[in-house]
T-cell receptor, first 114, second 115 residues
Framework: KAGVTQTPRYLIKTRGQQVTLSCSPI?????VSWYQQTPGQGLQFLFE???????NKGNFPGRFSGRQFSNSRSEMNVSTLELGDSALYLC?????????????FGEGSRLTVL | DQQVKQNSPSLSVQEGRISILNCDYT??????FLWYKKYPAEGPTFLIS?????DKNEDGRFTVFLNKSAKHLSLHIVPSQPGDSAVYFC??????????????FGTGTRLKVLA
């Protein structure tokens, strides 16, 4: 079956702009999580959505937001971009949010902020 | 504050030898741990996991050991192969106040297996 699909794969923005990233989970998966990967920081948890509801949130400013649609597809938005937002943004889906649930990651969206 | 730490950013090992990747955590309430492998330009893929009620889990060439008293886990790869060259992340399951779970990842260790 198709894996997790993230679009766009690469994008370049300038400071102050906003960006929307999209994630289509594996069919049947209801949980979608977002992570930010930067050198030296590993994967930082942004938020998790389950059945259109945000269930968990990481320690990121309010400029980072997300949503999930009824078909489980998810989007994340970053407003007023800063240079430090340059990173690989990874989306992961799972069937549920049980702690033994394996996460399936997409290839990521690499954002460069100039 | 990094709750899951991988103190070695990189590791080089000869093909056929053992690779040992280490991970330390600070929260004694973590009850499930996972290892993920990431190749360049790809998303991380699940490798192996272990519940806190166990101290060892084995899957082929991969074995994860958990020392709860030391809050330490390690991933052993025997024998190491060039295709194992990747970045390895350990992750711990954190129960939230709402009773759901989120995964806390370490910073990763880049393993290079030399042919």
């Amino acid at each position: 079956k198709a894996g997790v699909t993230q679009t766009p794969r690469y994008l370049i923005k300038t400071r102050g702009q906003q960006v929307t990233l999209s994630c289509s989970p594996i069919s049947g998966h209801r949980s979608v999580s977002w992570y930010q990967q930067t050198p030296g920081q590993g994967l930082q948890f942004l938020f998790e959505y389950f059945s259109e509801t945000q269930r968990n949130k990481g320690n990121f400013p309010g400029r980072f937001s997300g949503r999930q649609f009824s078909n489980s597809r998810s989007e994340m938005n970053v407003s007023t971009l800063e240079l430090g937002d340059s990173a690989l943004y990874l989306c992961a889906s799972s069937f549920d949010s049980a702690n033994t649930g394996e996460l399936f990651f997409g290839e990521g969206s690499r954002l460069t902020v100039l | 504050d990094q709750q899951v730490k991988q103190n070695s950013p990189s590791l080089s090992v000869q093909e056929g030898r053992i690779s040992i990747l280490n991970c330390d955590y600070t929260n004694s309430m973590f009850d499930y741990f996972l290892w993920y492998k990431k190749y360049p330009a790809e998303g991380p893929t699940f490798l192996i996991s272990i519940s806190s009620i166990k101290d060892k889990n084995e899957d082929g060439r991969f074995t994860v050991f958990l020392n709860k008293s030391a809050k330490h886990l390690s991933l052993h790869i025997v024998p190491s192969q060039p295709g194992d060259s990747a970045v390895y992340f350990c992750a711990a399951s954190d129960t939230t106040t709402s009773g759901t779970y989120k995964y806390i990842f370490g910073t990763g260790t880049r393993l290079k297996v030399l042919a």
